[in-house]
């Protein structure tokens, strides 16, 4: 590894002739070592040294045969050093046994040369720590992307820290930009540390040059009753965000799709013992939650947030006690509601939706509401925001399909410069240690026109080059 490295900086520096030598001494001196070693070897620390000086040569050389050398290595040894994740058993010296044997810079460097997702592992930052940001959402501004999420604890899934930031030029790799959004001191505040802040995304406003950060927000020790909307604001995309309020959202407003006959129906909820009965479904279809939260405002939960190609901004929401989701128009400065919304599903039972736009059609995917545990995830497809909208069957396919390959769907990301490129992303939570949650990242494929997901251990953004209408199928040579 020592020579490899050596001839990488000799390459550097030397005029081209000399270039020519030193690219045939690494040559010379890696495939020596391959022919010598042409099975993988575990994943203890002087192997890992190699395989980074190996990535090193294949970054110069661009022999692919070398970066194949690598990957299978990383194969055999599942993409981790040590098996075990209990890191308490993790060693840093020679005689590690397989459990224990640290997978050391060659982690990093595999990551960094090869670029891939691996859905459901653990995701490192650039300071080797699982990236904390669940529930998040992704911004793409000024070539580089922003991921914004919830930080959470060890043994808590309320906020003690706050909204978290990191960066990334390839989606592969991510650099933590610190708390965006803090937590505060002060008990009279709204987000005090140990309220509930959850599905934090954040918007640009070209108008205003502002960026604009929208996340679900319960008080402190109110349970999930505040069914709140928190809006904050930042002049640079990292932060710091300042916190400007929270509410429930369009109060006094009723819904473009609501007919005057169903605002002034006159059932509550107080009128049904049971819910789920024929009559019950009615009643919610007939806008029951929306009457009773009309001078307050309209409860919002799970959430995103869309900006559409006229940059008119919308909101998201699971709202009427997670019956029915709701989308609201937001003001131009993206700070306000303009009263203008509608509801999807009603009586459906859906949450965490995630939207995306195709081909002038809008896509949804979401979840039904089933706590901390994963369910089949829903697809709505409309042709214009404002609907109306149609439900289609679970576009998950394979095994594990029923349960959302274990995950919860958060958000849909467009991959710049690709076109009609989209990852699926989703959590899977972990709640009795939430730290330990992972992303489950997906390509969006489509078949006869609507989104398919499929699970793949692993795969790579070349997938969308090889299909530039969008994934139909991931290739082998991507996957594993």
């Not at 009559?279 to 009773?292: L, N, S, T």
């Not at 999807?344 to 195709?358: L, Q, S």
């Not at 849909?412 to 990852?423: E, M, N, R, T």
Request: charged letters at 25%; hydrophobic letters at 35%.
């Amino acid at each position: 590894m020592k020579k490899c490295m050596i001839f990488f900086l000799l390459l550097c520096m030397a005029p081209v002739s000399q270039a020519q030598d030193v690219m045939r001494l690494i040559s010379e001196v890696n495939d020596r070592r391959q022919t010598s070693h042409p099975e993988p070897d575990n994943a203890f620390w002087h192997n890992a040294a190699y395989h980074t000086g190996n990535m090193a040569a294949y970054e110069v050389t661009g022999e692919e045969r070398y970066r194949a050398y690598s990957e299978r290595w990383a194969d055999h040894n599942l993409w981790q050093g040590a098996k075990s994740e209990n890191k308490s058993q993790w060693e840093y010296r020679y005689g590690e046994t397989d459990e224990q044997a640290l997978f050391g810079d060659g982690q990093t460097c595999l990551r960094t040369c090869i670029g891939a997702f691996y859905p459901g592992k653990i995701w490192k930052d650039n300071n080797g720590v699982h990236i904390n940001a669940h529930g998040g959402g992704i911004l793409y501004h000024e070539g580089k992307y922003y991921w914004f999420g919830e930080h959470k604890g060890e043994r808590s899934n309320s906020a003690y820290v706050g909204v978290t930031c990191y960066s990334s030029d390839n989606l592969y790799n991510w650099a933590y930009e610190g708390v965006a959004l803090p937590v505060e001191e002060d008990e009279h505040s709204d987000i005090v540390a140990g309220c509930i802040i959850e599905r934090p995304k954040v918007i640009y406003n070209a108008k205003t040059g502002k960026f604009v950060m929208y996340f679900h927000l319960e008080l402190k020790d109110k349970g999930y009753s505040a069914a709140r909307t928190g809006v904050a604001v930042a002049d640079k995309i990292t932060g710091p965000y300042r916190y400007l309020k929270s509410a429930r959202p369009n109060a006094g407003r009723y819904p473009a799709d609501m007919t005057e006959a169903q605002t002034k129906a006159t059932a509550t909820p107080d009128d049904f013992k049971e819910w789920w009965t024929p009559e019950w479904y009615k009643a919610v279809g007939d806008g029951m939650f929306v009457r009773r939260d009309f001078a307050g405002g309209q409860m919002s939960r799970d959430m995103t947030l869309f900006v559409d190609d006229d940059d008119k901004a919308y909101h998201i929401y699971a709202s009427e006690e997670n019956l029915t989701l709701h989308i609201a128009e937001l003001s131009d400065d993206y700070l306000n509601y303009t009263g203008k919304y509608i509801r999807i599903a009603p009586a459906g039972h859906n949450e965490a939706p995630a939207i995306f736009k195709k081909n002038g059609k809008y896509f949804m995917i979401t979840s039904g509401c089933t706590g901390w545990d994963p369910n089949a995830a829903r697809l709505f497809t409309a042709g214009n925001i404002r609907g109306p909208w149609t439900e289609h069957p679970n576009p998950c396919r394979g095994e594990d399909a029923g349960l959302t390959f274990h995950s919860q769907s958060t958000y849909i990301l467009p991959v710049a410069g690709k076109k009609d490129a989209f990852i699926f992303m989703a959590d899977r939570w972990t709640p009795d240690h939430p730290i330990d949650g992972r992303y489950v990242w997906l390509p969006v494929c489509f078949e006869n026109g609507l989104p398919v997901l499929r699970w793949y251990d692993r795969w790579d953004l070349s997938a969308f080059d090889e299909h530039p209408n969008g994934a139909d199928h991931i290739s082998p040579k991507t996957t594993q």
